[in-house]
């Protein structure tokens, strides 16, 4: 295949053989011991670091192209990266190098009277397909991720990424070399015609599950056109609802870094729920540190009569993703409004409860279903990096297979490996 900077033409030709390579690697990855692959993750961190500066060189095309284009600062700092991000990415690679190997792990295994003795065993789901958006930092999250759990992966990264992942994916497949694993197993889509998404998302002779990580607009495409099972990312509308019972302190310190520590990232806060108890003490306080920090906050009539300087919240507020800094803020009478509230307008992403009392936490807990609910604890913390798991292709919030942070383990399925002496059943 011609692996020039951007190929188009016959885009469901390239796409068929992509998927033919993919699956016969994902064929010998699934034997290749463990030793090896964290061995290809090991090279692959080290070629990084060797090729920072020509990954910084094809990030600064991809900045300089996205501020003519008008990218918001929260998106250009989704796609920036820079000395500290790239030893961030090297070092999220030995992570994941280093964890436990989940294939081939029993998961269970018990046995029968008949004989039978049966073992629940960690396997690859075999070529897993991601596709997301400005975020070159994917690129190796999901190639690593999906090596580590023993799968092939066909990435497809977004336009505003383009030569930043290309330089990362490079480094990759240095990995791969050092490693003599097939070149194959980490492929990247070598063009930004939107033809090849579409084609990916028919290929159900070659790839197992989907990943779409990314916008409303990505998902829901991905959702209505797949014919390949898909672990859902959708939009992180993520709340944060101060109680009754909430610290001033940890709430003004964590509300602050849930909204702008990296707004742009699907783990910032985006509405902020005020318990009608402590609107005009500690909700004022927090609102009125948002705006000094450079937040629109756009609040509800309840909290502008406290706060006027905030921006008046209409009806699209509620349940809307910025990825800016700006948030929505409203005042509920108690816990079950906030609750209700959240089950309404939330995406089942993040949400979080800043209080000291036990019961409204367990309260919180026990009657929303989000993929991550947290107590007293930044929702910037939603990530499988944080979580120990090196670093996550996405956060699912579907509720079959996977769900919250998708780390390596997450991308593996299992089989049953029943094993007996001439054993028949009568």
Same mark, same amino acid.
């Given at each position: 295949?011609?692996?020039?900077?951007?190929?188009?033409?016959?885009?469901?030709?390239?796409?068929?053989?992509?998927?033919?390579?993919?699956?016969?690697?994902?064929?010998?990855?699934?034997?290749?011991?463990?030793?090896?692959?964290?061995?290809?993750?090991?090279?692959?961190?080290?070629?990084?670091?060797?090729?920072?500066?020509?990954?910084?060189?094809?990030?600064?095309?991809?900045?300089?192209?996205?501020?003519?284009?008008?990218?918001?600062?929260?998106?250009?700092?989704?796609?920036?990266?820079?000395?500290?991000?790239?030893?961030?990415?090297?070092?999220?690679?030995?992570?994941?190098?280093?964890?436990?190997?989940?294939?081939?792990?029993?998961?269970?295994?018990?046995?029968?009277?008949?004989?039978?003795?049966?073992?629940?065993?960690?396997?690859?789901?075999?070529?897993?397909?991601?596709?997301?958006?400005?975020?070159?930092?994917?690129?190796?999250?999901?190639?690593?991720?999906?090596?580590?759990?023993?799968?092939?992966?066909?990435?497809?990264?977004?336009?505003?990424?383009?030569?930043?992942?290309?330089?990362?994916?490079?480094?990759?497949?240095?990995?791969?070399?050092?490693?003599?694993?097939?070149?194959?197993?980490?492929?990247?889509?070598?063009?930004?015609?939107?033809?090849?998404?579409?084609?990916?998302?028919?290929?159900?002779?070659?790839?197992?599950?989907?990943?779409?990580?990314?916008?409303?607009?990505?998902?829901?495409?991905?959702?209505?056109? %797949?014919? =390949?099972? !898909?672990? &859902?990312?959708?939009?992180?509308?993520?709340? $944060?609802?101060?109680? @009754? /019972? +909430?610290? *001033?302190?940890?709430?003004?310190?964590?509300?602050?870094?849930?909204?702008?520590?990296?707004?742009?990232?699907?783990?910032?806060?985006?509405?902020?729920?005020?318990?009608?108890?402590?609107?005009?003490?500690?909700?004022?306080?927090?609102?009125?540190?948002?705006?000094? %920090?450079? =937040?629109? !906050?756009? &609040?509800?009539?309840?909290?502008?009569?406290? $706060?006027?300087?905030? @921006? /008046? +919240?209409? *009806?699209?507020?509620?349940?809307?993703?910025?990825?800016?800094?700006?948030?929505?803020?409203?005042?509920?009478?108690?816990?079950?409004?906030?609750?209700?509230?959240?089950?309404?307008?939330?995406?089942?992403?993040?949400?979080?409860?800043?209080?000291?009392?036990?019961? %409204?936490?367990?309260?919180?807990? &026990?009657?929303?279903?989000?993929?991550?609910?947290?107590?007293?604890?930044?929702?910037?913390?939603?990530?499988?990096?944080?979580?120990?798991?090196?670093?996550?292709?996405?956060?699912?919030?579907?509720?079959?297979?996977?769900?919250?942070?998708?780390?390596?383990?997450?991308?593996?399925?299992?089989?049953?490996?029943?094993?007996?002496?001439?054993?028949?059943?009568?």
């Amino acid at each position: 295949m011609n692996r020039r900077d951007d190929i188009s033409g016959n885009i469901p030709g390239m796409m068929q053989e992509i998927g033919t390579r993919a699956r016969a690697a994902a064929a010998e990855l699934a034997f290749a011991p463990s030793e090896v692959r964290a061995q290809a993750l090991e090279a692959a961190a080290a070629a990084l670091e060797r090729r920072a500066q020509e990954i910084l060189a094809a990030n600064a095309r991809d900045m300089a192209a996205g501020r003519e284009k008008g990218l918001s600062a929260a998106m250009l700092d989704r796609l920036m990266l820079d000395d500290e991000r790239l030893q961030g990415i090297a070092g999220s690679l030995r992570a994941i190098a280093g964890q436990d190997d989940p294939v081939g792990r029993i998961m269970a295994e018990w046995k029968r009277p008949s004989g039978l003795h049966i073992r629940r065993v960690r396997t690859p789901l075999g070529v897993v397909g991601v596709i997301y958006e400005s975020r070159p930092n994917v690129t190796a999250d999901a190639g690593a991720l999906c090596l580590k759990a023993g799968n092939a992966v066909i990435l497809r990264g977004g336009s505003e990424s383009f030569h930043s992942s290309g330089a990362i994916h490079a480094a990759l497949l240095d990995g791969l070399r050092a490693a003599n694993l097939p070149e194959d197993a980490i492929q990247r889509v070598p063009t930004r015609d939107r033809a090849a998404v579409a084609e990916m998302l028919r290929m159900s002779d070659h790839i197992d599950v989907i990943v779409p990580r990314g916008g409303k607009g990505l998902v829901g495409l991905v959702q209505r056109e %797949a014919r =390949v099972p !898909v672990f &859902a990312h959708l939009e992180g509308i993520v709340h $944060v609802y101060l109680d @009754a /019972a +909430a610290s *001033p302190e940890k709430a003004l310190r964590v509300v602050l870094n849930a909204k702008t520590r990296r707004p742009g990232i699907c783990g910032a806060a985006e509405c902020l729920l005020i318990h009608e108890g402590i609107a005009d003490s500690i909700g004022q306080g927090v609102i009125r540190a948002l705006i000094d %920090a450079g =937040v629109e !906050v756009r &609040a509800d009539k309840a909290l502008r009569q406290l $706060v006027p300087e905030a @921006a /008046a +919240a209409g *009806p699209d507020d509620w349940g809307r993703e910025y990825l800016d800094m700006i948030i929505a803020a409203r005042q509920v009478p108690d816990i079950d409004a906030a609750i209700a509230h959240i089950r309404r307008y939330g995406s089942d992403h993040t949400d979080a409860i800043i209080t000291e009392d036990d019961a %409204a936490a367990e309260r919180f807990f &026990a009657r929303l279903d989000s993929a991550i609910l947290m107590r007293n604890v930044s929702t910037q913390f939603a990530d499988g990096g944080e979580f120990g798991m090196g670093a996550e292709i996405g956060i699912a919030t579907g509720k079959m297979h996977a769900r919250g942070p998708v780390g390596a383990e997450q991308l593996t399925s299992f089989k049953y490996v029943v094993t007996g002496e001439g054993t028949t059943r009568p």
